[in-house]
Nanobody, 128 residues
């Protein structure tokens, strides 16, 4: 059974940083793509970043490129999202998700409909 557990969210001031963690169990990420998504109140879930370990491909939404970094710690089967220079508009619940590699991952790496297994989310609030 696949399980994803996010942590690391919290309250931070604009310009601050947070590092989110996603611990994955029940599968090994080598044959999967893992991604971070977020959903703000009243808005649709949007893709933030994805990582395909087998070829090292990383994708970022335009709104976070240059500020967020996705990475993996292989022995711990954990994926991180380092978030720097946070803005108030980054406030949302952040989710991690995985899918076994397929064509849709190449064409739509940040489309939530591409993904299958989801964590419960962690709240990130950016406010002064």
């Amino acid at each position: 059974q696949v399980q994803l557990v996010e942590s690391g969210g919290g309250l931070v001031q604009p310009g601050g940083s947070l590092r989110l963690s996603c611990v994955v169990s029940g599968l090994t990420l080598d044959s999967y793509t893992i991604a971070w998504f977020r959903q703000a109140p009243g808005k649709q879930r949007e893709g933030v970043s994805s990582f395909t370990p087998v070829d090292g491909t990383k994708t970022y939404a335009k709104s976070v490129k240059g500020r967020f970094t996705i990475s993996r710690e292989r022995p711990k089967n954990t994926v991180y999202l380092q978030m720097n220079s946070l803005k108030t508009e980054d406030t949302a619940i952040y989710y991690c998700s995985t899918v076994r590699n397929k064509i849709a991952v190449i064409t739509s790496p940040l489309n939530p409909l591409t993904y299958e297994d989801w964590g419960q989310g962690t709240q990130v609030t950016v406010s002064s």
